[in-house]
Each structure stands twice: as structure tokens, then as C-alpha cells.
């Protein structure tokens, strides 16, 4: 499975900006899709994820109300709409999908089986 992430790049904050990760593989092969942020010197953490038994969204609470993780099923890919960005949010983000995983670790990164290369957010204030 191949994972290829775009949409990043520099905005000021308050703006907008919207992720896109296209998959190798249908999207119904895979139990859950989701994004993952890396700050410098910090460690891998959970944005957003998707089920895709019945389209459950789950998000870190920074981000809720912000953030929508979205899919479409036909184009095999998964988006990330990000609005009203805040400078903590820049970080590299990184999609991600699991073939199988519990309710529990949807926001574990551990879960995940495959990966995007990443691509660069920056929120200037």
C-alpha cells in the first residue's frame, strides 16, 4: 500500500488549508484512515481519523470544530480540511491507514500499518 500526501504549504493564522492523501489500494480494505502531526522535537501525535465501517470520525480535541477528515470512496482518497489554523499547529502531517485495529488504539500511531511521506504545514501568526 502507497500512500501519497499534498496540500501543505504556509498560511497566517486564521486561514485554511486542505490535506489529500491518495491511496494504492480501495479504501474499504482498511479498517480506519487517518492524519498524525510531528512538531519539531516532539513526538508523532493524532489528528484525525476516519472508520471506514460507517464513516465514524474521531479527533484530537485541539482540533475539533476546526478540523474535518473526510473521504472519498471513489478517488481512493482521504482529506484532512483544516480551517481557522493556529500557529501550534504546524507541524509535518502524515496519513496513515490500518487494516486492523480496535476501537481503543485509533489514536495510537502504533496501530497504523501504513504511511505517507508527510507533507508541511506552517502557521505563521
Known amino acids: 500500500v502507497q500512500l501519497q500526501a499534498s496540500g501543505g504549504g504556509s498560511v497566517q493564522a486564521g486561514g485554511s488549508l486542505r490535506l489529500s492523501c491518495t491511496a494504492s489500494?480501495?479504501?474499504?480494505?482498511?479498517?480506519?484512515m487517518g492524519w498524525f502531526r510531528q512538531a519539531p522535537g516532539k513526538e508523532r501525535e493524532f489528528v484525525a481519523t476516519i472508520r471506514t465501517d460507517g464513516g465514524y470520525t474521531y479527533y484530537k480535541d485541539s482540533v475539533k470544530g476546526r478540523f474535518i477528515i473526510s473521504r472519498d470512496n471513489a478517488k481512493n482518497t482521504l482529506y484532512l480540511q483544516m480551517n481557522s489554523l493556529k500557529p501550534e499547529d504546524t507541524a509535518v502531517y502524515y496519513c496513515?491507514?490500518?487494516?486492523?485495529?480496535?476501537?481503543?488504539?485509533?489514536?495510537?500511531?502504533?496501530?497504523?500499518?501504513?504511511w505517507g511521506q508527510g507533507t508541511q504545514v506552517t502557521v505563521s501568526s
Open positions: 489500494v480501495r479504501s474499504g480494505r482498511m479498517r480506519a
Open positions: 496513515a491507514t490500518a487494516q486492523r485495529v480496535i476501537q481503543s488504539a485509533l489514536r495510537d500511531p502504533e496501530a497504523y500499518d501504513y
